[in-house]
Nanobody, 125 residues
Framework: QVQLVESGGGLVQAGGSLRLSCAASGRTFNAMGWYRQAPEKEREFVAGISWIRWSGDSTYYADSVKGRFTISRDNAKNTVYLQLNSLSPEDTAVYYC?????????????????WGKGTLVTVSS
């Protein structure tokens, strides 16, 4: 049974940092990512990481978080991380971990096979 369990959310002041973790169990995935959903908004892609044969991991980001957020993973722990820096109140959302089906990247919701339950990030001004 596949499970994605997020942790690391919380309350932080604007300009602060958090690190989110997503522990996967049941299998490994080539492509994983993070999405977020703010109140009364649709879920949106944040960051993804995909393993590419011969070249290793490739990372990709939404424009709104480029230069501030960093996605990484520890294959030995089957865990993906999202480092959030320079946070602003606009980053307040529930952050979801996602695992894409084989052969897909994680930046298209239709290609996501598994979702975590989410972890809340609240940024105060």
């Amino acid at each position: 049974q596949v499970q994605l369990v997020e942790s690391g959310g919380g309350l932080v002041q604007a300009g602060g940092s958090l690190r989110l973790s997503c522990a996967a169990s049941g299998r490994t995935f080539n492509a994983m990512g993070w999405y977020r959903q703010a109140p009364e908004k649709e879920r949106e892609f944040v960051a993804g990481i995909s393993w590419i044969r011969w070249s290793g991991d490739s990372t990709y980001y939404a424009d709104s978080v480029k230069g501030r957020f960093t996605i990484s993973r520890d294959n030995a722990k089957n865990t993906v991380y999202l480092q959030l820096n320079s946070l602003s109140p606009e980053d307040t959302a529930v952050y979801y971990c996602a695992a894409a089906r084989l052969g897909s990247n994680s930046n298209v919701p239709a290609d996501i096979d598994y979702w975590g339950k989410g972890t809340l990030v609240t940024v105060s001004s």
